[in-house]
């Protein structure tokens, strides 16, 4: 595929800072790998001083594997393309002294943090434990200190969270820790106040690119800004249509902000649309239509008029599921090898719809992917086990050693760490060389510290074991030893900790495997578990599978052929967006689900569905109103098609009775 011109403008364009704002489906990802190719190639900048910034990894790796195919091997060392969260830690890393913290810093997980942050809350609740953390996290990510957090607070709740937050920052320092929030706020801090850093940085990075910058929030814009300078040298992309991440502190004022930061930003609109027929992108230009405009754009394609977009009134979720498993099903019996399972996706607004379509799909013998699902390495009980396998592999693994100390509680708190944590600094030593020194042991009472030698001991002792014993039997004992089973069914509610136990057992059961068949103890295992994922092998061994997905995780991929369910009132556009006058943002994501489709792109929604035990009887959603008429078929209400026709019904039953004769 050439360049259209406004691509190739984009691509050769150095003259300053600039703003592509790319349409979905415009070829965006190609032009920033073009873009790095050109800078390397011909306007000769060395790669080290190239990074190209993306939000996910995902889309760091797909970006790294199209440069690769256009840069020889030696031109492309020293570049940098990788998330915001990396270049943070990088620079973290690099400069942690000037922060206070000793190079192996610590980086906690969610369920470390909420951990801590659980400990520190007065609430047990789990909801109220999710604002808690949620709001600290926005206030880190508008770069509000707990001091100021507590000084602006409009409320009660809002004081005791500044508190709270205040207690976690302690605590976080005490540890030699950081959270996923710190590792853009405290860098961007860093350079903000340190212009020897600062500068020091800006010469490292000479040009920058920044995909989906509208997905910024106040932290990374301002990491960004100092990065560049004043006088900007970078591409920022982005398309304030697509901004569907504010309730995580993403903030599309910032495609406003570099109008007014750099006054002489040049912006190309790219509106060519390479993904989808001119029907669906004239239904997702006239959703998107109704939203204010930050930079008004039309896509459009040449890839034909394309299929009416169909919209079906369902009588309810479960027969919702059916009608669109029989459309899958149906679609690929007459199609044949010319579309796959992995051809389709049926996209949604919250999680908790996929269980009765999951329910349709196995009942159809149909496989199915579920994107967005946890990992299993990411699960809490799974991590917990593997903190000690890394212990045992290195153990001045500091991350790990915070884990395993504290889970299960064995009578070391907060502030035995912190003591411990103090000789590390001053001793320049790990978490565990700190816990060996009786120095450092002197300072405790003698409570803690026999905890801390139990500990110890255990650690040592399966240290010497482990290249002797059978991983799977070294690691079955120390889980007997530190009674995790009993750990997890006294600290979960109903059957939680017998599904976290099974988790712990399949780990258990593929370790065991991994050591008998590729000879291996539990030391060599712990080197290989880092490079892998079971969601990894689940694509590999099922790529051919209808893929579900929420809205949200959907964003930046696409499909032959999309369902949008539960297109109703109250579901999307959710209720809560609706109350709190944020409909805006829910047109955006029903603008990102339009866009995922190439050829074909059907909404269904329900008569009546069943909330909370009771029917409710909602609207079809506000958006469908918004569609042109020209280009939507109604299928199912009152006075409509139905929604499976004569001639498809003919073609149903004779596919049944060619299967029962051949039965």
């Known amino acids: 595929m050439s360049f259209n011109s406004q691509q190739r403008e984009a691509v050769h364009y150095l003259g300053g800072p600039l703003l592509v704002l790319a349409g979905a489906g415009s070829g965006k990802t190609r032009v920033i790998t073009q873009k790095i190719a050109y800078l390397i190639k011909e306007a000769e900048y060395p790669p080290h001083q190239v990074a190209a910034i993306t939000f996910t990894n995902k889309a760091a790796k797909e970006m790294q594997e199209r440069v690769r195919q256009l840069l020889r091997k030696p031109q492309t060392r020293g570049l940098t393309v990788c998330t915001f969260h990396s270049l943070g830690m990088r620079i973290l890393r690099e400069e942690a002294a000037a922060a206070g913290y000793k190079k192996q810093f610590s980086i906690l997980d969610s369920a470390d943090s909420g951990k801590i942050i659980g400990e520190l809350f007065s609430s047990s609740g789990r909801e109220a434990l999710f604002r808690a953390r949620h709001q600290i996290s926005l206030w880190k990510n508008a770069f509000i200190e707990p001091e100021i957090a507590a000084v602006q607070a409009e409320n009660d709740w809002e004081r005791q969270i500044a508190a709270l937050y205040a207690g976690y920052q302690a605590t976080l320092m005490s540890y030699q820790a950081v959270d996923f929030d710190d590792l853009i706020r405290i860098p961007a801090a860093l350079l903000r106040e340190n212009s020897e850093l600062r500068h020091k940085w800006q010469r490292r990075l000479r040009y920058l690119l920044v995909d989906e910058c509208q997905d910024t929030n106040n932290c990374q814009y301002a990491l960004m800004r100092l990065l560049t300078g004043a006088e900007g040298m970078f591409t920022a992309v982005g398309d304030d249509d697509q901004s569907i991440y504010a309730w995580r502190g993403a903030n599309m004022e910032n495609l406003r902000l570099l109008q007014q930061d750099y006054p002489q930003l040049k912006i190309i609109k790219l509106e060519q649309n390479y993904r989808s027929t001119a029907r669906i992108l004239r239904v997702a230009n006239q959703v998107i239509a109704n939203n204010p405009k930050l930079f008004p754009k039309t896509l459009w394609s040449e890839y034909g008029l394309g299929e009416p977009i169909h919209v079906i009134a369902c009588l309810h979720e479960t027969h919702e599921a059916e009608v669109i498993v029989d459309r899958i099903a149906y679609h690929k019996n007459i199609s044949g090898d010319r579309v796959c399972y992995a051809d389709f996706a049926v996209l949604y607004r919250g999680n908790h719809q996929s269980r009765v379509l999951e329910e349709a799909l196995r009942s159809r013998r149909i496989p199915y992917r579920v994107s967005g699902g946890q990992s299993f390495f990411d699960k809490a009980e799974i991590k917990d086990v593997l903190a000690y396998v ?44 700190a816990a060996k020194s009786e120095t450092a042991l002197a300072e405790l009472n003698t409570q803690n510290r026999v905890h801390v030698q139990t500990f110890m001991d255990l650690l040592q002792t399966y240290q010497r074991n482990a290249e002797k014993i059978a991983a799977g039997s070294l690691l079955q004992n120390l889980l007997q030893d530190i009674a995790y089973e009993a750990h997890l069914l006294t600290a979960e509610e109903g059957k939680s900790g017998e599904i976290k136990w099974r988790n712990v057992q399949d780990l258990l059961r593929w370790i065991s495997r991994k050591g008998e068949e590729d000879g291996k103890n539990i030391i060599e295992i712990a080197q290989t578990i880092a490079l892998m994922t079971l969601l990894e092998g689940k694509d590999t061994e099922e790529s051919d599978a209808v ?32 109350n709190e006058g944020n409909v805006e943002e829910e047109r955006r994501l029903m603008y990102v689900g339009i866009t995922r489709a190439r050829s074909t792109l059907t909404l269904t929604h329900c008569v009546k569905r069943k909330r909370a035990g009771n029917w409710e009887f909602p609207d079809p959603s506000r958006f469908i109103d918004e569609m042109p008429t020209d280009d939507i078929k109604i299928l199912g209400r009152k006075g409509s098609e139905p929604i499976v026709s004569k001639e498809e019904g003919k073609t149903r039953l004779a596919g049944i009775l060619d299967m029962l004769a051949k039965k």
């Open 547 to 578: 893929n579900l997905s929420t809205l949200h995780a959907a964003k930046g991929l696409e499909w032959q052929h999309v369902f949008l369910a539960g297109c109703e009132e109250g579901l999307f556009p959710h209720a809560d967006s609706i």
């Open 390 to 433: 890394r212990l045992l592999a290195n153990s001045d693994d500091d991350p790990a050693f915070l884990r395993a100390v504290t889970t299960p509680k064995r009578g070391i708190g907060e502030a035995t760490l912190s003591k411990l944590n103090h000789y590390a600094q001053a001793a320049q030593c790990s978490l565990f060389q």
